[in-house]
């Protein structure tokens, strides 16, 4: 914990030269750097700018914060065109815009009638408001660990039965705001699990898939720094009666905040520390999506605490890529959605140029095309918008071999006025009735299809736990760590069990040629092992068990 003195010298470093009366030299802005080459994106990541993940066609956007950044560009013979010349104002107009939709609409079109962005407490409100709808359906989930100031991070799960522990089912996981400025991700994250749960019984696929699958849906993971956003997003949008300045201090960097709230590396954050106004609040804190595992610490993440990719102190350092982390390690996720803002794109791994492809790359792509088809986005592979290590699903496919995208919402900007949330759902244009909706249900179909991951079948006394597990080393960029995954299944009264889980080979092993073997123990009561046996089983297969030695040893 921080001593006092500690404690003051942390908020005072972050707090620079902000006040109360703090006023910009010059307006924040969006521009847009013209780099013709790979090597020109290499160098303009050298900067410790604050990109964007609108890349392409020669082009990548930049957040300008400060004077010093314009300079920086300018010295480096960079060029570029300015996009959103005030992003202070911008978002003042957005937020009036905002304020005129909610007014003329009594419920929007989405699921839940939404009608402006949503606050924190209305997330965790709406997650209570999901059980409340369908107990049978849906069941809130708190993760493992809380964030790095205290507090708890919520999900929701949603399945038919969805309190079994007998079912078996393959698992989609949906997650948003892993960056805090990002808001439309969390809103179509929480906007899928109303659209499930008011779907079922309605629509015939919805509710086949969900007899077939499960989803847990993390609308808000950054929930310290999304808190922060989202507080000072109401604050800059406050202007003076003539139009002026906001009456409260500028914080625009708070309000464009990426990270965390980790101030500094192991040391727990004070109470309010992430809360000192200061246009530089948006360096403040660690990227969580250069924070995962997979070659942690390589290329597209940064070593320098200030800068917007910074990956924190090591592998999983902060709380909230722990919490998925185990998340994912427990349950058999077959297939992951992270959502982001901005840029119409929809990623798959590898995330590094040097890596080429994955052995999945064929179903890749076409799962990657057939969501496209709906949203109208472009899908690539993650090294195509630009280098990057540590980011969620590039771990989570090489560590469990399930499935896992990107989605980049939007085509301009980290928080369009909401009206464009409610199209980017539903779909506007050539693709009013698809949308992120429709791709978010082919993301579902996949979880639930036994094509796209493994299944274990069998016989084994009812009442028994059945425990699934595996260890290996995942490499970063300088070395190993160690890395478990356990997930458990209770064995049906009948005796009789499906398992839909992941291969047991992880992709980078299978490129090498080598087969990988879950162990599969029998325990009862749980913990206390009668059998356990070597499982091998490939994507799209099915192995079958008579576990005979777990039911001879409970009869005697």
């Known amino acids: ?136 359906l849906a069941r809130p989930t708190v993760l493992s660990r ?20 007998t079912d078996g089912k393959p698992v989609l996981l949906v997650i948003g705001l892993h960056h805090a400025r990002e808001w439309p991700s969390g809103e179509l994250s929480i906007e899928f699990a109303f659209d499930l749960v008011k779907s079922f019984g309605a629509s015939s696929l919805v509710t086949e898939l969900l007899r077939r699958a499960r989803v847990i849906v993390v609308p808000v993971l950054n929930v310290d720094g999304f808190a ?53 609040g948006y360096g403040v804190g660690v990227d969580l999506n250069r924070n995962y595992g997979w070659l942690w610490g390589g290329r597209g993440s940064s070593g320098v605490a200030t800068e917007t990719t910074y990956r924190g102190a090591s592998a999983f350092s902060e709380p909230e890529t722990q919490a998925i982390r185990e998340l994912v390690s427990s349950r058999q996720v077959t297939m992951l959605i992270s959502n982001h803002t901005y840029s119409n794109l929809v990623l798959r791994p590898p995330g ?75 779909g506007a244009g050539a693709y009013a009735g698809k949308g992120n909706r429709e791709a978010f249900m082919i993301a579902l179909e996949v979880a ?35 890395e478990h995954l356990v997930s458990t299944l209770v064995v ?10 992941n291969p047991s080979t992880r992709p980078s092993v299978k490129a090498m040629g080598k087969i990988e073997r879950y162990r599969l123990t029998c325990e009862r009561p749980a913990g206390r092992v009668r059998e356990s046996v070597q499982v091998a089983v490939d994507r799209g297969k099915a192995k079958r068990l008579r576990l005979e030695a777990c039911a001879r040893k409970l009869k005697g």
């Open 492 to 501: 049906p009264s009948g005796g009789r069990f499906t398992w839909h889980v």
């Open 228 to 280: 922060q956003s989202r507080k000072w997003g109401d604050l800059v949008s406050i202007v003076d009666d003539d139009g002026g300045k906001p009456g409260e201090p500028d914080n625009l960097g708070n309000l464009n905040k990426r990270k965390n709230c980790r101030l500094v590396d192991g040391q727990a954050t004070p109470s309010g520390g992430c809360d000192v106004p200061s246009p530089d």
């Open 1 to 136: 914990m921080f001593g006092p003195l500690l404690a003051a010298a942390v908020l005072f470093a972050f707090a620079g030269t902000a006040g109360a009366t703090h006023e910009r030299s010059s307006p924040a802005q969006l521009v847009r750097v013209s780099v013709p080459s790979l090597a020109g994106v290499e160098r303009l990541e050298s900067l410790g700018l604050d990109l964007t993940e609108h890349v392409g066609n020669g082009l990548v956007d930049v957040v300008l914060h400060s004077p010093a950044d314009a300079e920086g560009l300018r010295a480096a013979g960079f060029e570029w065109n300015v996009v959103i010349p005030d992003l202070e104002l911008r978002e003042r107009r957005n937020s009036q815009r905002n304020a005129e939709y909610a007014a003329a609409t009594t419920l929007s079109p989405l699921p839940s009638g939404r009608d402006t962005y949503r606050t924190l407490a209305d997330y965790e409100a709406d997650i209570r408001r999901l059980v409340a709808l369908s107990p049978r």
């Open 146 to 165: 809380r964030s790095v100031e205290g507090r708890e991070i919520l999900g929701v799960e949603i399945s038919d039965n969805v309190r079994s522990r």
């Open 352 to 426: 590094l140029r040097s890596e080429g492809t994955t052995v999945d790359e064929p179903a890749m792509r076409a799962i990657g095309a057939q969501m496209a088809a709906e949203n109208g986005y472009r899908s690539i592979l993650g090294w195509q918008l630009y280098d990057t290590t540590g980011a969620t699903e590039i771990w989570s496919y090489n560590a469990t071999g399930g499935f896992g995208y990107t989605f980049e919402i939007g085509r301009r900007e980290f928080r369009p006025q909401f009206v464009q949330v409610v199209d980017e759902y539903l």
């Open 448 to 482: 639930a299809d036994a094509r796209r991951h493994s299944v274990i079948t069998g016989t084994a006394p009812p009442g028994a736990t059945l425990r699934l597990s595996k260890t290996f080393d995942t490499p970063t960029a300088s070395g190993k760590f160690r």
